[in-house]
């Protein structure tokens, strides 16, 4: 018998049929034997609907009542989950997150998970009851109902599989698995067995959005395996677990990410500190900084380029414009015509090749690279947006050749 | 500085334009001085459209999983009426059922009150803010959300009425107060200024639902001042309060109940204990029997007539068939075309004129009288259902003459 967390967004429930199809999942998990904990997110629509009867009513509405409103939107879930369940004849009890014990900080909006008391879930699997959580959502500590943010269902579920010890935590998704390039683009992208949490965070942070980046994490820390898996077929997804052998180079997969802004600033004066200056006013107006490049200095002046994402270019130029005086009447360029184009695998470090192999690719269908940038397990290469597609195309035929 | 309970139903939070409403009602009393405790229920259609996705998915859920989709409904109220109190300028914080104190029974879908922890309530109120409650629910011993069933949000309010010794509870309604006839029926229909406890409870059950009388009945018990009023006129409305000044006769209200059926056992043994036995079976039931007429006895029989509501009619008949032997072969008959016309008024004991003045105005206009009852501040009579309205209005217009 295993102890089995499944986890299921908002479009597996979106409507009753659904909702029945995600209990049939349920119950054949718990017929066979195994003792399952669900976790569930609002249905479909029912987020932005709250958000827009809110909207209607107070455009600036304070995140604490935010948090009240849409946290019922996890509660009219759980118990349409529970009720398909109960006619599939499992026992079964909902619980809302306060009840399943997730404990969070004050953070209304985005709070994070402090602690899981799971006694009521471990007293409902020890009843032999199917427990269905709302994901999402936690208590503060004045009693407050909180919601984590983006992608906290993952999280929430990750939280109770390590909190249980669960033998495997399944994140279901309208995808059936992690593939070596989006397959919807890149002819012959291949569904990966399993992977690494790093490998895993890496893909996330270039695009390959399956899992929320905080819930990986989270599985690293307390080693919790995942599973990502589809819920619309019964193919076996993608584990992601430590691997201890890497001695093989494994290329885990080629990504994009056409969200980027790539920044110059012309003729910056080459004295020490001015690095410095530069980055900690950008990190302290929470402009995340991703591939820096520096030329070498020249007549007492130097270039700096970096990429940071497309959402944080306007303030970047304007940190940049109006609070560094050493950069007053500098060039500032700004480029969102570019994309960041990422092979990711482990043992990457100690194979020199690959990053020569990446760059061959680019170099038969005559991309120019703008930046590099690497790291243990990931290569990364700034090039134009119009080549984003054909890049990834030729640099996943590159090591993935047609068999 | 007053301390007022305000509850709102669900018409008065119907939309986004009447939720607003309530938020300037709310807060004119608040900027006039007052601490302010706002109990709401769900949202015009929420509790109907979330029984229908219920249906869709499993027509036969349980009590517990209903109770924990439908307390979504208040949730939702609760924050988007906090949001506009916000949209106000005032100070506001939302609370569940459970972050009320709302402790209840386990009876998922008719839960009761057990006991109401108001210290978060107070420690807001203290802090100045007003404080938005979701009525019709609570939290049962096993921390599992309960509700309280029909007319559960007046109950909520008068509870909290009471544990906080505050000094009014303002139900407000779709219609201006408390009349001394139905005013859309009857022409010179008035509203009273003030009524007691049991006035308003015989006005309840003999079919003016105004409030529900699990509320009054808890009103009478710790003495909380009501106040039925208009969400829509600022009319003041009618109070609901023990008047210790009964010595003139004050009629309060004329009221018909179509809703009833007259049930005749023909020719039952006049045998000792068979009255009896009767009215137990059909309480073992939860038959509710209302006025009980019996004949005098003649050759050994006697007949039995009984009214109740129609909705019990068929179980009645059933277990007058079916579970008392003696009753084997009786004629049994059923008529749902009787009404009961009441006048309710407390002295109505010590003014025996009163009676006689109702049965004269029915007289007038040749209404016969089938069955009379009589209590303390109420007289009834069981007519045909074709004659209720005009006795209706016969009798108010006796008692109530044009000015």
């Known amino acids: ?45 029912t987020t932005d609907d709250l958000i ?31 009720m398909a369940i109960e006619a599939e004849h499992c026992p ?40 269905v959580v709302a994901g999402f959502q936690g208590l503060n500590r004045y009693d407050d109902i909180t919601t984590l943010g983006r992608g906290g269902s993952d999280t ?19 995808v059936e698995g992690v593939y070596t390039a989006d397959p919807r683009k890149v002819k012959n992208a291949r569904k990966l067995k399993e992977i690494t949490y790093d490998e895993m965070l890496e893909l996330a942070t270039l695009g390959a959005q399956v899992l929320n980046n905080r819930s990986v994490e989270m599985a690293k820390k307390y080693n919790v395996e995942l599973e ?44 020490p500190g001015i690095a410095f200056k530069i980055f900690s ?11 820096i490049l520096q030329s070498i200095g020249r007549d007492g002046t130097k270039d700096i380029t970096f990429t940071t994402s497309a959402d944080h270019a306007e303030t970047a130029v304007d940190v940049l414009r109006t609070s560094i005086s050493e950069l007053a009447g500098k060039q500032i360029l700004c480029d969102e015509g570019a994309a960041k184009i990422s092979i990711v695998g482990a043992g990457m470090e100690s194979h020199p090749g690959t990053a020569a192999k990446m ?18 397990i990931k290569i990364s290469v700034i090039i134009d947006k119009e080549d984003a597609d054909k890049a990834v195309e030729a640099i996943h035929a590159k090591f993935f050749p047609e068999v």
Chains 1, 2 share one sequence.
């Open 1 to 45: 018998m295993s102890l089995i967390v499944q986890k299921f967004g908002g479009s597996s429930v979106a409507n009753a049929e659904r909702v029945r199809n995600v209990a049939r999942i349920v119950t054949d998990c718990y017929r066979a034997g195994n003792q399952v904990v669900v976790v569930v997110s609002a249905q479909g629509d």
């Open 52 to 82: 827009e009867k809110a909207a209607e009513i107070n455009p600036k509405a304070s995140k604490r009542e935010m948090d009240m409103l849409l946290s019922s939107g996890e509660q009219i879930s759980i118990a349409l989950l529970a």
């Open 92 to 131: 079964v009890t909902s619980l809302l997150g306060w009840q399943a014990g997730f404990s969070t900080n004050s953070a209304y909006g985005s709070a994070r998970i402090k602690t899981v008391d799971a006694a009521r879930v471990k007293a409902e699997l020890d009843n032999n009851h199917i427990v």
């Open 156 to 174: 929430s579920a990750v939280a109770l599989a390590a909190v249980l010890h669960a033998d495997r935590c399944q994140i279901f998704t309208d």
């Open 228 to 271: 990502v898996l589809s819920s619309l077929t019964k193919a076996p997804g993608t584990i992601v677990r430590e691997v201890t052998n890497v001695e093989k180079m494994l290329l885990r997969g080629v990504t994009k990410d056409t969200n980027i802004a790539r920044i110059s600033i012309i003729g910056v004066p080459d004295t």
């Open 281 to 291: 006013k950008l990190a302290a107006k929470n402009v995340n900084v991703d591939v």
């Open 359 to 376: 760059f061959e690719a680019l170099y038969e269908i005559n991309v120019n690279i703008q930046m590099i940038s690497t790291s243990e």
